[in-house]
């Protein structure tokens, strides 16, 4: 403790930039103040001081760089009218507390569902107020404030949906057992589980906070493409915890909002001082950290310490010490302030200066402890939301103050465990019954039954007749299907057409783009995100056709304005360029990709990105995407571990199709030509713009060129639903096999099979395996099906039936690790052999690369004459032939596998 009061002082002192200036500066202070002495006289003298001293307490202005003094922003005298009825206020909010504890406490009595009590009792204030005043719900020509509700709080927002009538009592009873008969809610806000009440998932820490940004940002960006035309504009309030402040995601783009003077974003951190193991920063102060941070990035910041009873106190003291005590004390002190009882807050923290204990001479141990934090206060709340909301230029955060686990008393009241808090005695019952006045009876209370007042209670009709003024109730995810016109695959003739001329699957892509950006019904709804690999891709002709997004166009002549391709900024820009954070572009993805449901605009993400810096790097992001129902494609460019050669280790993918793979709503696709990209994208925008299917899809493009062949008949079907036989093999060979090649390995099979053919005698069939885990899908389905009705005749899957009648071995050939093949193993006649590139990529020529990772032309030959052999179709003495004949060096090292 003594070093971190140090620490402070120090900061401080350290804001003046040497020490040679502080001392210049209290020299002329010196001087001006014997000046005035002789001048004034002592006693004006005294008063001028007290008066500046009293600015200095009230008045916030930076003391250490970025921070203000530890009081509220607002000072009492600038703070507005309550405008609500605090009494009924209170009432409502006590039975909202009282149920959203029962639910938790509840389902943890006859399971082991878990839930939290303490985060939400920590912040029923901050939502309450806005649900009473704040929050705008939907309405005509108003898509609604867009709410990212903390995820630990859920239970508070299931108990105010009860007593608002939108769930009964068998909901909450079912609190955390969806699979109850019946169903239940949603541990955490899920758009998937719960379709129609939760609008954004927030609960894997930091992903809350930064779509929040980006959400705010896009709102901007359908505004200013004359995409929406609201009569005012939402604004995006996100709610989260202090301890979720250390991720990364959270603070990591807010810049961004400074930047592009987002004021409708309002984000309120509930500073309850602690996490889920102990305090958030015991040594320091969460809430001068993040201002600090928060005011450098430019926000306006708001800060909400104190509670009203502190206002009187905070005057009272002339001498300057209360601040001095508040600012020394660390979190870790106003923790213990909570747990222990008014005379050890009297003692240790106003007594450390026996002036201040004056202060509280008038209040009881009790009162003391009663001294409430600003985040409990309706009206020092209000003022900041007040504040915030009615802020220009700036995008501001609330920083509020408050105690984990508010209410819980002994059972759970500021203490380190009070976040894993989940059951309570019937002695710990009584006492928050008592502490909140809930009309619950002795005889049932053991039973934890939910209250909820009568319909015509003074407590419903508020709620209700304020949310009705607010225009209905948050959250609510509100969907009404707009249907797009989209593309049919005949748009794309071009691809379909082929073209002797090479070309990568990503050019393709771009032609692609081009075309679609061509279709009067599409072109408006697309969205092209980049974060800052446009060139990589051969994708800057983009940025003068449809210009990069920016609210302050283009400031500057760009220094390429003569090429045909200028770096082209615009207020009406169409491509999101996102600089260099994956994290931020797919935070647009998703805010793109639900447009269709929060705003009631579809929106058509198409997001290129380095596949290796997709699910590896922002896994959880994808993931969330499948919950929130979001829809688009995503782009992995430069796939495949050989294809991309040079940038070597970190840079080459294998496994992101085996990442996407994992996602239930994601549809991962390996096309390996272009009229396959182009069948695959128009039958992806007709699901999900026509069909409304909450789907994505995941399209893995590289960078290799080839000739692009012209589609065969008969192959759509096919293409979508995974496999397709693309080229047979030839006629008259006695010995059969197969390969199924993707994405730009399949140059690989393609080749093998004319080497086989004409030198091993074997006819082997080239397949397109387009995606191997919707196969995988289908396969599992229909197991499943076969498992629970054995008694039925068992269905074949689509493997099982497209491969019925084909004799010989299987093999497959891919740019990715073996796993993503092997997913349809187990359907394969005879099982598959997989050649693939499991290991780190190394920088070198793709010829090496293959042969090194074995799935060049020569080892894919190898391995179906060895997948042969092992099936005794061929004599193994010619796979060894073919060996020494490919000049394939049998000791070639490995790559490292363990
Ligand atoms: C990415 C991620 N990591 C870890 C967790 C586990 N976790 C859940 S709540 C919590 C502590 C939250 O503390 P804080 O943000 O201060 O919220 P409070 O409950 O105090 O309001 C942690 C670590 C998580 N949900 N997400
Ligand atoms: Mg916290």
Request: proline share 5%; hydrophobic share 35%; with cysteine.
């Amino acid at each position: 403790m003594k070093s971190s009061k140090k620490d402070i002082y120090e900061t401080r002192s350290a804001s003046t930039s040497t020490a040679t200036n502080g001392d210049k500066m209290s020299e002329s202070l010196q001087a001006m103040f014997e000046l005035s002495l002789q001048n004034q006289g002592p006693e004006r003298t005294a008063q001028l001081l007290e008066k500046l001293a009293t600015q200095l307490r009230t008045e916030p202005r930076p003391t250490s760089g970025q921070t203000t003094p530890y009081i509220n922003t607002i000072p009492a005298e600038q703070q507005p009218v309550y405008p609500g009825d605090r009494d009924i206020e209170r009432r409502i909010k006590s039975i909202i507390r009282w149920n959203a504890m029962a639910m938790v406490v509840k389902a943890n009595s006859n399971t082991n569902v878990g839930g939290h009590i303490a985060s939400f009792a920590s912040s029923a204030t901050l939502y309450e107020v806005a649900q009473n005043h704040f929050f705008r719900g939907r309405s005509e020509n108003f898509p609604g404030d867009q709410i990212y509700f903390q995820g630990h709080a859920a239970p508070g927002m299931y108990a105010r949906a009860y007593l608002e009538g939108r769930l009964n009592e068998a909901d909450l009873q079912n609190f955390r057992q969806e699979l109850a008969p019946g169903g239940g809610l949603s541990s955490y806000p899920h758009p998937y589980l719960m379709p129609e009440f939760w609008q954004f998932p927030t609960v894997s820490m930091g992903l809350g906070p930064i779509m929040s940004l980006y959400q705010a940002r896009f709102n901007r960006y359908l505004q200013a493409r004359g995409l929406v035309n609201w009569k005012s504009e939402p604004k995006v309030w996100a709610f989260l915890g202090d301890g979720e402040s250390d991720e990364p995601e959270s603070l990591g783009a807010i810049t961004l909002a400074a930047r592009e003077n987002l004021d409708n974003i309002v984000w309120v951190v509930n500073c309850n001082l602690q996490r889920l193991d102990g305090p958030v920063r015991g040594n320091g102060k969460i809430i001068q950290e993040l201002e600090g941070l928060f005011r450098g990035a430019g926000w306006n910041v708001i800060k909400v310490i104190w509670g009203t009873e502190w206002d009187e106190i905070i005057k009272r003291d002339k001498s300057g010490l209360l601040l001095k005590r508040m600012e020394e004390c660390v979190d870790g002190d106003y923790q213990k302030y909570i747990v222990e009882p008014g005379s050890y807050t009297r003692k240790h923290f106003f007594g450390k200066y026996p002036q201040l204990l004056e202060l509280v001479n008038h209040l009881s141990d009790e009162q003391i402890s009663k001294l409430l934090r600003g985040g409990h206060d309706v009206r020092k709340m209000y003022a900041a939301y007040k504040a915030a909301t009615e802020h220009k230029g700036q995008p501001t955060v609330v920083l509020a103050k408050t105690v984990k686990g508010y209410g819980l008393g002994e059972a759970g009241e500021g203490k380190n465990i009070s976040h894993q808090q989940k059951k309570m005695n019937e002695k710990e019952l009584r006492e928050f019954r008592k502490r909140f006045n809930i009309p619950i009876s002795d005889d049932v209370i053991a039973d934890m039954p939910f209250f909820r007042p009568a319909p015509d209670s003074v407590e419903t009709k508020y709620l209700l007749e304020k949310r009705k003024a607010l225009g209905g109730f948050v959250p609510a995810r509100i969907v009404k299907p707009v249907t797009l016109d989209v593309p049919k695959l005949d748009h794309f003739a071009e691809m379909v057409r082929g073209s002797a001329r090479e070309a990568s699957t990503t050019m393709v892509f771009g032609r692609m783009l081009s075309l679609m950006l061509q279709h009067k019904g599409l072109n408006k709804h697309l969205v092209p995100i980049i974060p800052d690999e446009a060139r990589t891709f051969g994708l800057d002709t983009l940025f003068r056709e449809i210009g990069i997004y920016s609210p302050k166009g283009q400031l500057y002549e760009p220094v390429d304005s003569k090429t045909l391709a200028y770096y082209h900024e615009a207020k009406d820009g169409q491509i999101l360029e996102e600089g260099i954070s994956e994290t931020g572009a797919m935070s647009s993805f998703i805010a793109a990709g639900t447009s269709y449901a929060s705003h009631g605009v579809p929106m058509v993400p198409f997001y290129i990105y380095y596949s290796m810096f997709g699910p590896q790097r922002v896994g959880d992001l994808f993931w969330l995407a499948g919950d929130i129902r979001a829809k688009g494609f995503l782009l992995g460019a430069t796939s495949g571990r050989t294809s991309l050669n040079g940038e070597g280790l970190q840079h080459q993918d294998g496994h992101s199709l085996l990442h996407a793979s994992t996602i239930p709503t994601c549809l991962p696709y390996d096309p390996a030509f272009g009229y396959e990209l182009a069948a695959i994208v128009a039958d992806g925008l007709r699901r999900m713009y026509v069909e409304q299917e909450d789907i994505f899809y995941y399209l893995a493009v590289y960078n290799e060129n080839y000739p692009q062949p012209p589609m065969p008949a008969d192959c759509e079907e096919g293409i979508l639903k995974g496999l397709y036989k693309f080229k047979p093999g030839v006629e008259g060979k006695k010995i059969k096999a197969h390969i199924f090649g993707s994405g730009s390995i399949m140059q690989s099979a393609l080749k093998a099979q004319e080497i086989l053919a004409e030198k091993y005698g074997v006819s082997a069939d080239v397949w397109s395996a387009t995606s191997y885990k919707l196969l995988r899908t289908d396969a599992i389905r229909t197991q499943r099906w076969n498992m629970l009705h054995p008694t039925l005749p068992a269905k074949k899957n689509y493997v099982e039936t497209l491969l019925a009648k084909e004799q010989g071995a299987f093999v497959a050939v891919s740019d990715n690790i073996r796993t993503v093949p092997d997913q349809i193993a187990s359907w394969v006649p005879g099982g598959l052999f997989t050649l693939g590139t499991d290991g780190f990529g190394r920088s070198d020529t793709r010829g090496r690369l293959r042969r090194f990772f074995g799935v060049d032309v020569e080892s894919t030959v190898i391995g179906t004459l060895y997948a042969l052999a092992e099936k005794k179709l061929i004599d193994r003495k010619v796979v060894a032939q073919a060996i020494k004949d490919l000049g394939v060096d049998p000791e070639l090292v490995q790559p490292q596998l363990v």
